[in-house]
Nanobody, 113 residues
């Protein structure tokens, strides 16, 4: 069994914060990971990524507001989301890209008053 399980989504007011978690199991490596999001009718886009040496990259739309990190001991990747905006509303997915591509099933984030 291999899987990535996201959690932490929910309803939050604009300006609020959420921390998403992605727990890997079944020998999935979390050294090279990304967080993606997909809103209805839109393409799934990468919002943040982290490499083996902890180099991070962010989409312009979230830069300065989101932070990706990982805890190898817990096999967990996090996405800290601050100053959330309505346009951040989407299903958020985590993905491992090495040695194979695996996707979680997603967690819904809704930013609304």
């Amino acid at each position: 069994q291999v899987q990535l399980v996201e959690s932490g989504g929910g309803l939050v007011q604009p300006g609020g914060s959420l921390r998403l978690s992605c727990v890997a199991s079944g020998s999935i490596s979390i050294n090279n990971m990304g967080w993606y999001r997909q809103a209805p009718g839109k393409q799934r886009d990468v919002v943040a990524s982290i490499t083996r040496d902890r180099i991070t990259n962010y989409a312009d739309s979230v830069k300065g507001r989101f932070t990706i990190s990982r805890d190898n001991a817990k096999n967990t990747v996090y996405l800290q989301m601050n100053s959330l905006k309505p346009e951040d509303t989407a299903v958020y997915y985590c993905r491992s890209t090495w040695p194979m591509s695996y996707w979680g099933k997603g967690t819904l984030v809704t930013v609304s008053s």
